[in-house]
């Protein structure tokens, strides 16, 4: 039997916000990192909180891959060019950028404030920009690389959060810009629109719902499939975008969403109507 390779062995991957925030489930960017070295690539593990960068560092390493930790201000360009050294130093280059950065905050155009806007914009579009801007040249330089940037079902479905849904729609934009400019540099740029995941930070802001109450409701209520989705669905599809078996996608925004996108409310208000009311 011919041994299996990792989809992404041998490559140098930098995935954004690849901490967590503590609690049960996994986030997209961790669960993102560890499938990332689990699939045979070098990561550098890129968040502001150090303990958290460290921790999932020490599972990565603890399952045998290797990571380095790189901390920093991604909305700060000089943090970005610096995090991109980083990887160089380390590792000697970069191959795959996941952009995973993102935050969100509850409110429509009429009461959320500027300067929420502006945080949410910084957070989750200015860093896959500036992120993008330093590893770029040097996917350009050797002709190849992969770029996946996370965005959201959000920016196409209304939910009250008029922030995040104008940087996840942005991002979406800038994905198929971003594979435009760079693709006969050798550059493949890709999106995933995650769907209602249920991550620790979900689960740490719900407040009077257990957390295995709203799980339930998540799964049962989240699409067609009726399960639950989590970091770990976000990560095995980045880990495919950035392999050489989509050498021949680009430009595309991959769901991973439990068919959410595929239907609509009315044609789920069959399932919807068995499932009780959060906080029942």
């Known amino acids: 039997m011919v041994e299996r390779r990792g989809r992404v062995e041998g490559k140098v991957a930098i995935v954004t916000g690849a901490g967590s925030t503590p609690g049960p489930g996994i986030a997209t960017g961790r669960g993102t990192a560890i499938v990332m070295a689990s699939e045979g690539a070098r ?59 993102a935050a969100a905050m509850p409110g429509s155009v009429v ?40 965005g959201s079902i959000a920016a196409f479905r209304g939910g009250n959060y008029v922030g995040y849904a104008a940087a996840k729609g942005a991002i979406h934009a800038m994905t198929i810009d971003m594979a435009y400019s760079h693709g006969r540099q050798g550059i493949r740029v890709n999106a995933i629109a995650p769907g209602h995941l249920t991550t620790p930070m979900l689960l740490a802001n719900e407040g009077q719902t257990p ?63 068995e499932i009780p009311p959060l906080g029942s």
């Open 43 to 101: 990561v550098l593990v890129a968040d502001i909180r150090p303990d958290r960068a460290e921790e999932t560092r020490s599972i990565i390493e603890g399952e045998g891959g290797t990571a380095a930790v790189f901390v920093g201000d991604l909305t700060q360009a000089a943090d970005c060019e610096a995090m991109v050294r980083t990887a160089l130093e380390a590792f000697g280059t970069v191959d795959i950028l996941v952009n995973n950065i």
């Open 111 to 150: 009461d959320t404030s500027e300067v929420d806007f502006d945080r949410v914009l910084d957070v989750s579009l200015r860093t896959t920009f500036l992120a993008s801007k330093h590893a770029v040249p040097v996917m350009a330089a050797k002709r190849a690389g992969a770029i996946v940037n996370i």
């Open 211 to 273: 957390a295995t109450e709203l799980r339930q409701q998540m799964a049962n209520a989240a699409g067609l499939l009726g399960t639950e989705g989590n970091g770990w669905d976000v990560g095995w599809a980045v880990a495919f975008l950035a392999s050489d078996e989509a050498r021949w996608i680009t430009g595309v925004t991959l769901p991973v969403d439990s068919g959410i996108m595929s239907v609509t409310p009315l044609m789920m208000a069959p399932q919807l109507r």
